[in-house]
């Protein structure tokens, strides 16, 4: 009688092509996804029968989660659910009171388990165990030494021009990172290149700080759930190590597969290796999503250094870590404004322009292209089509940077005198323009204060324009105030006539 009932429901409820998405395993196996979900719809993994309910399972999931804990319960995969709840929340303005009940959830559950004794991931919340949060730079600690390679100074810019308006940009300035080489004894990595040691948590990109609410990929390990100050977290980490190794260089952190964090926060880094002198055959530490381009990049910029390759989640144990700084502050948290993320260091973008042009052959024609950058995937236009077409109209190439080598990404960049597109990673490209070229950066309303492209723009001696979009929720001055991640990094359309000036007007 229960399985005809179950079968009945499932077949009211169930998107088979939907669950066959989600489920690989079920769509390998062959499987009636009707019959699958009837049949285990209450098993570990916990799956959703639809999108909606997908999105009710994860809002509920701290409900889940505390009932299970006073029964002196526990399932991961519902513990994952709310764990990825926080960090929903975590991006979106709005939410704060059901974020702070969810962190205050989580804070429970790791206090009883630290009480319990219990192993990491203790009273069976698989929520991770509390560690106490050393910030290089910071906090000294006799484990952690920190050699000064530059010394913080002031980075004077201007807003983002913005394309016919008569609006002078506002003058800003900031405090541009101290860059530095810190070395820390007996460290673990774990997660996406999160590190532990002496039982703390250590802080080195200054955009991952515990004290914000909100960090990309590190959040999929680390729970920020103590409050503002961020000196404590809850992270998981792996019991045993998966390998161990003498010595290394942490060169990819929390982003190190988006192309616009490897080349413009890691790969720069190297100015740093180069500065602190560490022997050539101590290895970078790299993660194992890195594209093609990118290892390119790396085999050219760092010849002759071995790598060292881990992989997500597992746990690398270095006796001695080398943990070079970051030039740039770019949280991602929703809390911070898009102009404080402007400053880059002219040394660390020299060293790479330099680097890469001197072993990338010159471009055999003068700069003279004009390149419209098309995304396939992630973040884009809604009239996408519609906007290419107009490029087209004025001669531009439509060019995928995604489909070309590094080599080629770098000769594109050289050779064009005019580089337009969605603001996104291959825009990190900048540092190669040629000096004289005209940007155009097409990007949402609520983010045309974003500077950090203009600012790699004004170090290649290049003019930029910043093109804002069209959205049904923005409103005048919306741009000033920093919006839910999903708002401001969504979709967005352009107004082809306004498009349409702008390209007669400027190129």
């Known amino acids: 009688m229960l399985e005809w009932l179950a079968l009945r429901i499932a077949r009211r409820i169930v998107d088979s092509d939907?669950?066959?998405?989600?489920n690989a395993d079920v769509?390998?196996?062959?499987?009636?996804?009707v019959a699958h979900f009837a049949r285990h719809w209450s098993a570990a993994p916990l799956r959703a029968p639809n999108a909606r309910m997908e999105a009710r399972i994860y809002a509920w999931s701290p409900v889940l989660v505390a009932v299970l804990a006073m029964l002196g319960q526990s399932r991961q995969d519902i513990t994952d659910c709310f764990r990825y709840r926080i960090?929903?929340?975590?991006?979106?303005?709005?939410?704060?009171?059901?974020?702070?009940?969810?962190?205050?959830?989580?804070?429970?559950?790791?206090?009883?388990?630290?009480?319990?004794?219990?192993?990491?991931g203790g009273a069976g919340t698989g929520l991770g165990s509390i560690y106490p949060v050393v910030r290089i730079g910071q906090d000294a600690v006799p484990w952690i030494d920190c050699r000064g390679i530059a010394e913080a100074g002031v980075f004077d810019f201007t807003d983002p021009e913005v394309a016919l308006s008569a609006q002078p940009p506002t003058a800003r300035r900031l405090r541009s990172p101290e860059l530095w080489c810190a070395t820390i004894r007996d460290?673990?990595?774990?997660?996406?290149?999160?590190?532990?040691?002496?039982?703390?948590?250590?802080?080195?990109?200054?955009?991952?700080?515990?004290?914000?609410?909100?960090?990309?990929?590190?959040?999929?390990?680390?729970?920020?759930?103590?409050?503002?100050?961020?000196?404590?977290?809850?992270?998981?980490?792996?019991?045993?190590?998966?390998r161990a190794i003498d010595a290394g260089i942490l060169l990819i952190g929390r982003c190190g597969a988006n192309y616009f964090h490897f080349l413009i926060e890691y790969a720069t880094k190297g100015y740093?290796?180069?500065?602190?002198?560490?022997?050539?055959?101590?290895?970078?530490?790299?993660?194992?999503d890195l594209f093609p381009q990118e290892m390119d990049a790396l085999k050219l910029l760092f010849p002759g250094r071995p790598f060292t390759v881990r992989q997500h989640g597992q746990r690398l144990d270095v006796k001695t870590l080398y943990v070079p700084s970051l030039m740039t502050f770019i949280p991602d948290t929703p809390d911070v404004e898009f102009w404080t993320v402007a400053a880059v260091n002219h040394a660390s973008l020299s060293w790479l322009r330099e680097r890469v042009i001197e072993a990338v052959p010159a471009p055999s024609t003068p700069a003279v292209r004009k390149l419209y950058l098309g995304r396939?995937?992630?973040?884009?236009?809604?009239?996408?089509?519609?906007?290419?077409?107009?490029?087209?109209r004025h001669g531009f190439e439509?060019?995928?940077?995604?489909?070309?080598?590094?080599?080629?990404?770098?000769?594109?960049?050289?050779?064009?005198?005019?580089?337009?597109?969605?603001?996104g990673a291959a825009f990190a490209n900048l540092v190669f323009a040629s000096p004289g070229s005209l940007v155009l950066g097409l990007v949402s309303p609520f983010a045309v204060q974003f500077s950090t492209f203009a600012s790699?723009?004004?170090?290649?001696?290049?003019?930029?324009?910043?093109?804002?979009?069209?959205?049904?929720?923005?409103?005048?001055?919306?741009?000033?105030?920093?919006?839910?991640?999903?708002?401001?990094?969504?979709?967005?359309r352009i107004d082809l006539d306004y498009l349409d000036t702008v390209l007669r007007t400027n190129v």
């Open 376 to 392: 396939s995937a992630g973040r884009n236009i809604t009239n996408a089509a519609e906007v290419e077409a107009v490029f087209r």
């Open 456 to 492: 790699l723009a004004r170090f290649a001696g290049c003019r930029y324009l910043a093109v804002p979009g069209e959205h049904g929720a923005y409103r005048p001055g919306a741009e000033t105030r920093r919006r839910s991640l999903e708002l401001t990094h969504g979709n967005y």
């Open 18 to 22: 939907y669950y066959l998405t989600r």
């Open 187 to 242: 460290a673990s990595l774990f997660g996406f290149a999160q590190i532990v040691s002496h039982s703390a948590f250590v802080v080195y990109e200054p955009e991952a700080d515990p004290a914000f609410r909100y960090t990309s990929r590190q959040c999929e390990f680390v729970i920020t759930c103590f409050g503002p100050k961020g000196d404590r977290v809850l992270a998981r980490v792996p019991q045993e190590a998966d």
């Open 27 to 33: 769509a390998a196996a062959g499987v009636d996804p």
């Open 87 to 120: 960090n929903q929340l975590a991006t979106r303005r709005g939410f704060d009171l059901q974020l702070r009940l969810a962190l205050a959830l989580a804070r429970f559950l790791a206090v009883r388990s630290a009480s319990h004794a219990r192993p990491s």
């Open 272 to 288: 740093i290796v180069d500065n602190a002198s560490i022997p050539q055959d101590v290895p970078l530490i790299l993660s194992d």
């Open 398 to 423: 439509i060019v995928n940077p995604g489909q070309l080598s590094f080599a080629e990404q770098i000769e594109a960049f050289r050779t064009a005198r005019c580089i337009a597109g969605p603001i």
